[in-house]
């Protein structure tokens, strides 16, 4: 049966984002370094984090006021009281074999609950519940898991502070998972608390259900852009399932990124039995008004007032505020190149428009790429002082975001300086003419034969002729040949 014949059956999809808190100097409840991305394994560990007996947690107040303020951010209701519990299971990833983790469930209370995420155009997703909990480590191979003949585990990681946030099933489709993802991202980064650059510092777990099937998870998505990918898999299996008639089990998936497609990881019944309960070493957190109207007043600005702000103080439109604010470091390259250059809409476009698409088809984000705000105003002014024609200032951009090079000596070494010569044009002009004579005809009836020959002008001089003045030349030369 051809996929597209049947009528699309709705999705539900939930996220469950975990977030490392990477401005914290130290892990969630030891003194070990957080900064491990560096360093060689296990020179990050310490007695507490690996678990040895005698050893006593302390909790890092600074990741307490770091949730508290993404819970303010994600428009969340903060727990007044909450307490962390021992996730139990055996595997390497965590030397203690438990994991200190928040349950809402059996007594327990996660540090915020119900809260929500506005879309671009208004969609809301709703919040669950945000809670804390440890990083465990990381299990290497060497080669790929079936080939390694053993594993190797880098404990740098375990006990790094982490903020879960989960999501409602509100979501209706693998791209509009990647757009809360981006938007949430960007909500972290403008706190100051997290940031997505690093990586691994954000990953996902995604659950999808079709419109009368059943909740299938899927794990071991390792970074945003994955995402949709993944979810765009499982969606398309899930559904060819149910055009057979046959059922979709409950079971966990693993999203197996080299293939690009999901493998039944365990087929479950129920939850699995973590044996969760109150972490004995750990008293509870008591959260009191005066603290989250105390970090609700230092919170910095969030991408959402950035978006308004950003309209209304240099006048760009709501769409290309929407894509600035989506992501800190664009709105921050905005910024920072508008506060040297007069006309902010154009600015923008350029950003919105030009540069991300360069960025997009590279696969790098901008901090990549060697592009600075100096080059970029740079580029624009020799636009808008005529040197070079706007096609010619797409190439140069490209060209400054690999090289680094100043926009002003690419156009002088590769002779791109818009020839404006009126003598120079004429001359090409007129051979034009002599080369095209069916189409000089064709020119003096027809409006759109007369852009043909200024294309072939453009073409002599390799996209460099002012094209305004190109347009000049030719009109002016059939009006001749028709007064004749
Ligand atoms: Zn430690």
Redo the contacts with the bound molecule.
């Keep these: 049966m051809h996929v597209e014949t049947v009528p699309e059956l709705k999705v539900k999809i939930g996220l469950e984002v975990h977030c490392q808190l990477t401005n914290l100097k130290s892990?969630l409840?030891?003194?070990?370094s957080a900064d491990y991305r560096d360093s060689e394994p296990n020179t990050?560990?310490?007695?507490?984090?690996?678990g040895m007996p005698g050893t006593l947690p302390v909790l890092n107040r600074k990741a307490v006021e770091d949730a508290i303020m993404i819970a303010l951010a994600l428009n969340m209701q903060v727990s007044s009281r909450t307490l962390f519990y021992r996730k139990n299971y055996f595997y390497p990833d965590m030397p203690k074999n438990f994991q200190i983790s928040q349950y809402d469930r059996a007594g327990g209370v996660p540090i915020a609950k119900n809260g929500y995420v506005t879309l671009d155009g208004g969609r809301k997703v709703r919040i669950s519940r945000l809670q804390l909990e440890e990083d465990p480590g990381k299990l290497v191979y060497e080669g790929t898991i079936e080939t390694s003949k053993a594993t190797l585990v880098d404990y740098n990681r375990a006990?790094v502070a982490l903020a879960e946030i989960v999501t409602e099933p509100d979501i209706t489709s693998p791209r509009e998972a990647r757009i809360f993802l981006q938007k949430l991202r960007s909500i972290l980064e403008h706190l100051g608390v997290s940031s997505g650059e690093l990586e691994g510092s954000m990953r996902c777990d995604a659950n999808i259900s079709i419109e009368g099937g059943t909740r299938v998870e899927v794990k071991n998505i390792s970074s945003f852009k994955e995402v949709e990918r993944a979810l765009n898999f499982e969606m398309t299996r899930q559904r060819s399932l149910l055009r057979k008639g046959l059922c979709v089990g409950r079971e966990t998936r693993h999203w197996d990124e080299l293939r690009r497609v999901t493998v039944t990881l365990r087929v479950k019944e129920e939850e699995e039995d973590y044996r969760y309960f109150p972490e004995p070493d750990l008293v509870p957190i008591l959260i009191s008004n005066e603290d989250v109207e105390r970090i609700r007043a230092s919170m910095p600005e969030l991408p959402d007032s950035r978006k308004r702000r950003l309209m209304e103080q240099y006048g760009i439109s709501m769409q290309n505020a929407e894509v600035l604010t989506d992501n800190k470091a664009l709105a921050e390259f905005f910024e920072a190149c508008a506060a040297d250059y007069s006309r902010p809409d154009l600015l923008s476009n350029w950003i919105v428009g030009d540069l991300l698409s360069y960025l997009y088809d590279m696969g790098l984000e901008l901090r990549q790429t060697k592009l600075t705000p100096q080059h970029m105003v740079g580029m624009l002014r020799l636009i808008d002082d005529g040197t070079i024609s706007g096609k010619i200032g797409k190439e140069v951009l490209k060209e400054i975001m690999v090289t680094g090079e100043a926009p002003e000596s690419i156009v002088k070494a590769r002779g791109l300086i818009r020839i404006s010569d009126r003598e120079y044009l004429e001359r090409l002009t007129d051979k034009v003419f002599e080369e095209n004579p069916k189409a000089v005809k064709d020119a003096l009836k027809d409006e759109k034969a007369v852009r043909f020959l200024v294309g072939q002008l453009m073409k002599l001089t390799e996209g460099k002729a002012d094209p305004q003045l190109a347009n000049i030349l030719v009109t002016k030369r059939l009006k001749a040949l028709a007064g004749k």
Excluded at 29 to 32: A, L, Q
Excluded at 44 to 50: A, N
């Design positions: 892990k409840f030891c003194s070990c990050h560990i310490c007695p507490v984090c690996m006990g």
